[in-house]
């Protein structure tokens, strides 16, 4: 009775957190829990996940590490957006800013957006509902910019992308017996470029107090295009273009052998994410194969996250049983006792080192780098590397029949089940 009932709860927390998770699930990866196809639909929703707490990108203390050992990292500035300025950052550029021209809008989010393709938002905060509204009334080209922002330092990337509103619907709820509410506001944008961000108009929108208060006021802040050099034709370029379609092509037929699903995705799921991967061909853009990878980086990412998302909730309800009293659903990690909290802590650490470390499937702070960098020759050969950093990786798995280790929340519990031993003399197994 004792186990059924221990299984009925935990069976209502999971239901309880895929509930509440499932419509933004379905919004943003539309068909990866069930087929592992390619996550290429760029719709993001702007609340924070409970799954975003296991393997986050978005974070500065990664591109500081990899700063040393990564020139690619060495392009990425930082902002704070508090302070309003570049933080005596310096840029080449400064002379060349036109400060004369009018503000835009500066969205930051947990995501780096590639330009020169399509992008859909789905607007909750009311400061991007407002945002929305006003790009809609007014007669201008609807231009604002989305930046990466960490979630560890809340400072934001210099280096944004240009995105042109070209639709939106809105949703509303109907709250009792008042008017319909405003919900929601769903905008398709444009990607059309990249720019520097200057300075910050309105710095105390980006304040803690703004935030906690949830305002309407959104960032504004002057900005500047970047230029990009046009490369020519050469032999080092094609020879690269061609090493990256390779890869492409060893990656896809080693993942329909479900070679490397050990730390990523099932068997079942990567034969499917292959049969997503297009095969490239001589007109392919170095943007059309950054997005492409990106999707298939990000796949993998939050296919892991929904795995671990589950060890996550068993060991929540696990934990707020052993604490004993009532079991409020779903938990949550702050009313555990201290230990829990701590190995909670521990193993999240531990996930995520182990994921950037062993998997290395980014797609996050791997791509920040191709905004900065002034050529498509530059973008090419870090593609290449990122590309080609997954292929060893399955091959290493080929070769030795070696799957990533993933750190487990249970060795604890399995140690707190184990009988009591009685020694020898009491122990039938060793007589």
Same mark, same amino acid.
């Given at each position: 009775?004792?186990?059924?009932?221990?299984?009925?709860?935990?069976?209502l927390?999971?239901?309880?957190?895929?509930?509440?998770?499932?419509?933004?699930?379905?919004?943003?990866?539309?068909?990866l829990?069930?087929?592992?196809?390619?996550n290429?639909?760029?719709?993001?929703?702007?609340?924070?996940?409970?799954?975003?707490?296991?393997?986050?990108?978005?974070?500065?203390?990664?591109?500081?590490e990899?700063?040393?050992?990564?020139?690619?990292y060495?392009?990425?500035?930082?902002?704070?957006?508090a302070?309003?300025?570049?933080?005596?950052?310096?840029?080449?550029?400064?002379?060349?800013?036109?400060?004369?021209?009018?503000?835009?809008?500066?969205?930051?989010?947990?995501?780096?957006?590639?330009?020169?393709?399509?992008?859909?938002?789905?607007?909750?905060?009311?400061?991007?509902?407002?945002?929305?509204?006003?790009?809609?009334q007014t007669?201008s080209?609807?231009?604002?910019?989305v930046?990466?922002?960490?979630?560890?330092?809340?400072?934001?990337?210099?280096k944004?992308?240009?995105?042109?509103?070209?639709?939106?619907?809105?949703?509303?709820?109907?709250?009792?017996?008042?008017?319909?509410?405003?919900?929601?506001?769903?905008?398709?944008?444009?990607?059309?470029?990249?720019?520097?961000?200057?300075?910050?108009?309105?710095?105390?929108?980006?304040?803690?107090?703004?935030?906690?208060?949830?305002?309407?006021?959104?960032?504004r802040?002057?900005?500047?295009?970047?230029?990009?050099?046009?490369?020519?034709?050469?032999?080092?370029?094609?020879?690269?273009?061609?090493?990256?379609?390779?890869?492409?092509?060893?990656?896809?037929?080693?993942?329909?052998?479900?070679?490397?699903?050990?730390?990523?995705?099932?068997?079942?799921?990567?034969?499917?994410?292959?049969?997503?991967?297009?095969?490239?061909?001589?007109?392919?853009?170095v943007?059309?194969?950054a997005?492409?990878?990106?999707?298939?980086?990000?796949?993998v990412?939050?296919?892991?996250?929904?795995?671990?998302?589950?060890?996550?909730?068993?060991?929540l309800?696990?934990?707020a049983?052993?604490?004993?009293?009532?079991?409020?659903?779903?938990?949550?990690?702050?009313?555990?006792?201290?230990?829990?909290?701590?190995?909670l802590?521990?193993?999240?650490?531990?996930?995520?080192?182990?994921?950037?470390?062993t998997?290395?499937?980014?797609?996050?702070l791997?791509?920040?780098?191709?905004?900065?960098?002034?050529?498509?020759?530059?973008?090419?050969?870090?593609?290449?590397?990122?590309? #080609? !950093?997954?292929?060893?990786?399955?091959?290493?798995?080929?070769? @030795?029949?070696? &799957? %990533?280790? /993933?750190?487990?929340?249970?060795? #604890? !519990?399995?140690?707190?089940?184990?009988?009591?031993?009685?020694? @020898?003399?009491f &122990? %039938?197994? /060793?007589?």
């Amino acid at each position: 009775m004792t186990s059924f009932l221990w299984m009925l709860l935990l069976w209502l927390s999971l239901s309880k957190c895929a509930e509440s998770f499932y419509p933004q699930w379905k919004t943003s990866h539309p068909e990866l829990p069930r087929f592992g196809s390619l996550n290429t639909n760029k719709q993001k929703l702007a609340t924070t996940s409970s799954l975003r707490v296991l393997l986050p990108t978005n974070v500065e203390f990664l591109a500081d590490e990899r700063y040393e050992t990564e020139t690619a990292y060495r392009s990425i500035q930082w902002m704070d957006p508090a302070r309003g300025s570049n933080n005596g950052d310096k840029n080449d550029n400064d002379d060349v800013y036109n400060l004369e021209e009018e503000a835009i809008p500066i969205y930051p989010i947990p995501a780096v957006y590639l330009p020169y393709t399509h992008h859909t938002l789905n607007n909750v905060e009311p400061r991007n509902l407002q945002m929305a509204l006003d790009l809609n009334q007014t007669d201008s080209n609807k231009l604002f910019c989305v930046t990466l922002r960490a979630t560890d330092t809340g400072r934001i990337s210099r280096k944004a992308t240009l995105l042109r509103m070209i639709d939106m619907e809105p949703t509303f709820r109907q709250d009792s017996a008042r008017e319909p509410v405003l919900s929601r506001i769903t905008v398709s944008c444009e990607a059309v470029g990249i720019v520097d961000i200057v300075s910050i108009e309105n710095p105390q929108a980006a304040s803690p107090l703004a935030r906690l208060q949830r305002t309407d006021e959104y960032l504004r802040g002057r900005v500047v295009p970047v230029t990009e050099k046009n490369d020519e034709t050469d032999v080092l370029l094609t020879t690269i273009q061609q090493s990256v379609e390779t890869d492409l092509a060893l990656i896809k037929s080693m993942y329909q052998r479900g070679i490397g699903s050990r730390g990523t995705l099932s068997v079942t799921a990567l034969q499917e994410l292959a049969h997503a991967i297009p095969i490239s061909d001589k007109k392919t853009t170095v943007w059309q194969v950054a997005q492409l990878w990106q999707s298939v980086c990000d796949t993998v990412r939050v296919g892991r996250q929904f795995t671990l998302g589950g060890d996550r909730n068993e060991f929540l309800v696990d934990a707020a049983c052993r604490k004993g009293g009532p079991l409020k659903l779903p938990v949550h990690p702050e009313e555990l006792e201290p230990a829990d909290r701590t190995q909670l802590a521990q193993w999240e650490t531990a996930v995520q080192r182990a994921f950037h470390d062993t998997i290395q499937l980014d797609p996050c702070l791997d791509f920040l780098p191709l905004l900065g960098m002034e050529s498509d020759k530059d973008r090419w050969q870090w593609l290449a590397k990122l590309i #080609s !950093r997954e292929r060893q990786r399955l091959e290493r798995a080929a070769d @030795a029949d070696f &799957d %990533d280790e /993933v750190p487990s929340l249970r060795p #604890s !519990r399995v140690a707190m089940e184990e009988p009591v031993r009685k020694g @020898a003399w009491f &122990d %039938d197994g /060793v007589w």
